[in-house]
């Protein structure tokens, strides 16, 4: 079934923002709104599994468009990681000389970054994919939970399990950055 326009304009305007209240005054008319009326009712839209649903669905959309992926991501922290150590160049192209006799030439920066190089390795470090630096009750608990995470998965509708995904996702950022801003 197909959202009302006002719905799917919140759901586009989420995407876009991240933001339920944001994207609630984007696709309603709410400049006479209080603003705890606005975050109420953001929030009571954002709730309705219609609404999540689509929001998933156009976040899934985006995510494929901008080519990002796990591995794309960890590949990039990677390369980042050797740049602020200093053991992978960084590549430039710089104009020498003037005029007729200006000519391109390669150079190569050899920059030490060591916060830049702890936070990308912490990054790495910390993903799904390495979790270095996760205790052995911590890993028996994600055992745990991913072996009743894939009993309940067999018995989910691929929209639940969009929804599932979606709202873990956005649990996680936010999770990181309480974190962050706890540092």
């Keep these: 079934m197909a959202l009302t326009p006002k719905r799917e304009a919140f759901a586009v305007a989420f995407v876009r923002l991240g933001e339920a209240a944001a994207a609630y005054k984007a696709s309603h008319a709410a400049s ?5 009326t606005i975050r109420k ?4 839209l954002r709730k309705r599994p219609d609404v999540q649903s689509r929001i998933a669905e156009l976040q899934s959309v985006v995510a494929k468009e901008a080519g990002l992926d796990r591995a794309l991501v960890l590949r990039q ?3 980042l990681a050797q ?7 960084i590549r430039r192209i710089v104009t020498v000389g003037r005029g007729k006799d200006a000519k391109p030439v390669e150079h190569e920066l ?5 916060q830049g190089a702890a936070r990308a ?3 790495i470090g910390k993903s799904d994919e390495i979790r270095l630096f996760e205790s052995d009750s911590e890993a028996a608990g994600r055992a745990a939970g991913r072996a009743a995470g894939e009993a309940i998965g ?3 509708t ?3 399990r969009a929804r599932r995904i979606a709202y873990i996702l956005r649990n996680a950022g936010r999770n990181t950055e309480a974190r962050e801003t706890q540092h």
């Design 32 to 36: 006479n709104m209080l603003a705890t």
């Design 41 to 44: 009712r953001a929030s009571e």
């Design 77 to 79: 922290l990677h390369r």
């Design 83 to 89: 740049m602020a150590m200093g053991d992978l160049p």
């Design 110 to 114: 050899h920059h030490v970054d060591i």
């Design 121 to 123: 390795w912490e990054l």
């Design 154 to 156: 067999e018995m989910m």
């Design 158 to 160: 691929d929209i639940e």
